[in-house]
């Protein structure tokens, strides 16, 4: 209820009627002059009296070069966005339209990494937004730079657990700005409902969304109405690759980039889990088509938990790991994070580990990969012998407990650490290294690993002029090219087996590669070769 | 007559195989959480039907489910959830007869009419064996919301059941031309079907794949594929030399385990068979 109504009982007294909150009869009775002076004084001051907040503005849809500012007003407005890099004047204005309770406004033509200042008006009335109000556009894709990231799961229950999280994340960031929020379901219990997410999510991070832009994936409880509808009305995720990724048509499961970050949303619940499903199709167009160094994904139901759900008999659990796990892996994905569980649980560093537990537990020494804790400063980093080829390692992450906890069934085989306390995480990524801590909500750290990719990428000098014969007898090929063309050689499986920009003369002996059939590949020269 | 009975089994073990719900086992920490919810508070709808739904998508039809229909179905706004569940229950129960007819009358009303609906009402049909009222539903279902997981799971079941609807894939990919998993199979269907209009959707719509998503590697060789199948063979080559370019420039394809082998192989494969038929045109010419 805004002042409208106090108004409108201030100079219709007599017919307002409380309990219908209706006027009743505007039209009998006659008015004196004093109070129809009053109402035309105060309906002045009503006309330029400002709307006022539902859900304070928050960051979506960041990019290097874009941004949108989206909040909900009690009643429809058309409020201006004014935003600059000095703010003392903010001279860029951008206007939401329609005129409605709800807005985003898109703000285009920005600078990569760069900090914009913003307010938000009705008219001239300044709404929100103080001058320290600011946002930090995406850097560049590709670059390399020192980000972090606050991660939160199932923290909607509004109990002082949910407040003190935020408190220590708070408190240990020394304020409410990251380069990215990411919520991993169950936003708002116990249904998502639409005054849910505004009382449980909206009101308890306001700081945080607007100065942070932020993420999520659906939980099973914002399932529980209409699919989801509200939580997908409350969010504007990338649908057409708008932040990097390639286009999933749905805000259900998406991508983006952060720097040399490749971020995956999917949804473990509402759209198909099917190994051969439309999410599954657009997740190996994604990875495909992603070049970044780093992959991290997020879904709802983790693979792994023995905590207030198990991985080994709940359907979400299973065919999230059976399904997406050999995808994600293959692709060289290096972190996934999951909540459901109310409590906190992190793996080793793991490949293929597809089975229940006790078929993971019997093959433990072919599927996890280090068996040490990770911990930089204990045990010494998890170390990933390639930065981007598939299976390699990937650690798998419970962080389900930001609102509350519950009972839990004990260590999962899998799982190197499993605490029953609330709390969050704070991910850094600095160039090759990624540093994950659990902090509880005392804001004392309760775990850390570290990932430390070790090689760079290869790129090939792609040369576009054309190639020139070459010959080759047993074992021995002359090149006439003197460019840096590469020479490619494959397994008669497809695999590469050689890569090497010849100069004049190439000898491949038995020891680089045994005897057998292979392809080889030189510019636009291609063929079957039998080595001897 | 033989080879018809040998089809006729063929068929039975795809759809049994195919449709038979297999059961999990029981989320207990879940459910024992949710039925101590419920014993507090029976009247906890919410709760209720979210234990029914996890017992049911479980493959169970435990005599909870039973007991949460009951429930539900004395609220009004309720009864169209008890009806969907109480349909699924009766499916796992085995008594088909019963769910066919509750199933049949859920997809006719706008409350109840739910994608699940259609998703079991197509099973049942199955399990019958009768194919053709399976594949009647899932008209149905992409007639109503025109959904991409229909429209995939209806032209599989088409090419199950050896049939090709050309104007399905057209329509299809005129209403999703930005979806993968539609595009993969309308390509599959297309180029399986044996004509040569079947084989012009598998080029036009690998080709729009090309320009989509660029940075495909799969869609490269299904193009490639389809190109070779026309017998345009130096675009062939050139598709797939691009396609070799994409895979070898980034060492996320190159590892011993990596996707791109497979697809590698099948590119080098093809480009090699490919170099016989460019030689013989090269030779005419």
């Known amino acids: ?532 | 007559m033989n080879y018809f009975r040998i089809q006729k089994t063929f068929l039975f073990v795809y759809l049994l195989g195919s449709t038979l719900p297999f059961a999990h086992p029981r989320p207990s920490v879940t459910l024992n959480r949710l039925d101590s919810i419920i014993k507090h508070n029976p009247s906890a709808l919410t709760v209720r039907a979210e234990r029914s739904w996890l017992e049911l998508s479980n493959g169970h039809a435990g005599p909870s489910v039973l007991e949460d229909v009951v429930w539900l179905s004395r609220y009004p706004e309720w009864v169209p959830t008890a009806d969907r569940l109480h349909a699924h229950y009766l499916f796992l129960q085995g008594k088909f007869d019963s769910a066919r007819i509750m199933l049949y009358t859920n997809i006719e009303s706008p409350l109840k009419n739910s994608p699940d609906q259609f998703q079991l009402l197509a099973k049942l049909e199955l399990s019958m064996l009768d194919t053709n009222a399976a594949l009647a539903i899932w008209k149905r279902a992409w007639n109503a919301r025109h959904e991409e997981g229909d429209l995939m799971e209806f032209i599989n079941l088409h090419r199950a059941h050896k049939s090709t609807s050309l104007e399905l894939l057209r329509d299809g990919f005129h209403r999703h031309p930005k979806s993968p998993g539609v595009c993969k199979v309308i390509f599959e269907a297309a180029m399986s079907n044996g004509t040569e209009e079947g084989l012009e959707i598998g080029l036009i719509v690998s080709s729009h794949a090309l320009d989509t998503w660029p940075k495909s590697s799969d869609w490269r060789l299904r193009n490639a594929q389809a190109l070779f199948r026309k017998e345009k063979y130096f675009e062939v080559e050139a598709v797939l030399l691009d396609g070799l370019k994409i895979l070898d420039e980034s060492s996320r394809f190159n590892g011993e385990n990596s996707f791109a082998t497979d697809i590698r192989k099948d590119m080098l494969e093809l480009l090699v068979t490919n170099n016989l038929q460019t030689n013989k045109q090269k030779s005419k010419q």
């Open chain 1, 1 to 532: 209820m805004r002042s409208v109504l106090t108004l409108k009982q201030l100079v219709f007294s007599k017919t307002y009627n409380h309990n219908k909150g209706l006027l009743e009869n505007r039209t009998k009775g006659t008015v004196p002059f004093w109070k129809f002076l009053a109402l035309l004084t105060v309906c002045s001051a009503a006309l330029i009296e400002a709307a006022s907040f539902v859900r304070t503005p928050y960051l979506q849809l960041g990019a290097p070069t874009s941004a949108s500012i989206c909040w909900r007003v009690d009643v429809a407005s058309v409020l201006t966005v004014r935003y600059g890099k000095d703010s003392s004047d903010l001279k860029s204005v951008s206007t939401a339209s329609p005129n409605s309770t709800n807005a985003c406004v898109s703000l285009t033509g920005l600078s990569p990494a760069t900090k914009y200042y913003y307010q938000v008006y009705d008219g001239n009335t300044r709404l929100a937004g103080t001058s320290e109000q600011y946002f930090v556009t995406h850097p560049p894709v590709g670059e390399k730079g020192a980000y972090k990231f606050w991660i939160i799961g199932d923290a909607g229950t509004l109990y002082s657990e949910q407040f003190a999280v935020r408190d220590a994340f708070l408190s240990i960031n020394k304020g409410p700005h990251t380069d990215g929020f990411i919520m991993l379901g169950d936003n708002a219990y116990e249904n998502g409902t639409d005054s849910e997410l505004t009382k449980k999510m909206f009101n308890v991070y306001p700081t945080i969304m607007s100065s942070t832009f932020t993420w999520s994936c659906i939980g099973n409880h914002e399932s529980y109405t209409s699919k989801g509808a509200p939580y997908l009305d409350a969010f504007n995720f990338p649908t057409q690759g708008q932040s990097g990724g390639v286009a999933s048509n749905t805000e259900l499961y998406y991508s983006y980039d952060y720097g040399n970050i490749h971020f995956i949303s999917l949804a473990s619940i509402v759209a198909s889990r099917s190994a051969t499903g439309p999410q599954m199709e657009w997740l190996k167009q994604d990875l495909q088509a992603t070049r970044q160094e780093w992959i991290v994904v997020y879904f709802h139901h983790p693979p792994y938990t023995w905590g207030s759900h198990n991985s080994d008999t709940e359907k979400e659990h299973i065919e999230m790991r059976q399904n997406f796990l050999p995808v994600l892996e293959q692709y060289g994905v290096d972190i996934v994070y999951g909540g459901h569980s109310h409590n906190y649980e992190r793996s080793f560093l793991l490949d293929s580990a597809y089975g229940n537990s006790t078929d993971n537990k019997n093959k433990s020494n072919r599927v996890i990969l280090d068996k040490r804790s990770g911990n930089p400063a204990t045990t010494g980093p998890y170390i990933k012998t390639s930065k981007t080829a598939g299976h390699k390692g990937t650690v798998y992450v419970v962080d389900g407990s930001s609102g509350k906890v519950s009972p839990i069934k004990g260590l999962h085989p899998m799982h190197y650490i499993q605490l029953r306390v609330e709390g969050s995480v704070i991910l850094t990524i600095n160039d090759t290294v990624a540093t994950h801590k659990f902090y509880d909500k005392s804001g004392k750290l309760l775990d850390e690993f570290q990932l430390i990719q070790r090689d760079s990428p290869t790129l090939v000098n792609s040369s576009k002029k054309s190639a020139s014969e070459f010959k080759y007898s047993g074992r021995t090929f002359w090149f006439s090219e003197k460019n840096q063309t590469e020479f490619f050689v494959y397994s008669i499986r497809g695999q590469m087996v050689m890569r090497k920009v010849p100069k004049g003369k190439l000898l491949i002996d038995s020891k680089m590669l045994p005897s057998g059939k292979y392809y080889y590949r030189f510019a636009s020269a291609y063929g079957k070769i039998d080595l001897q």
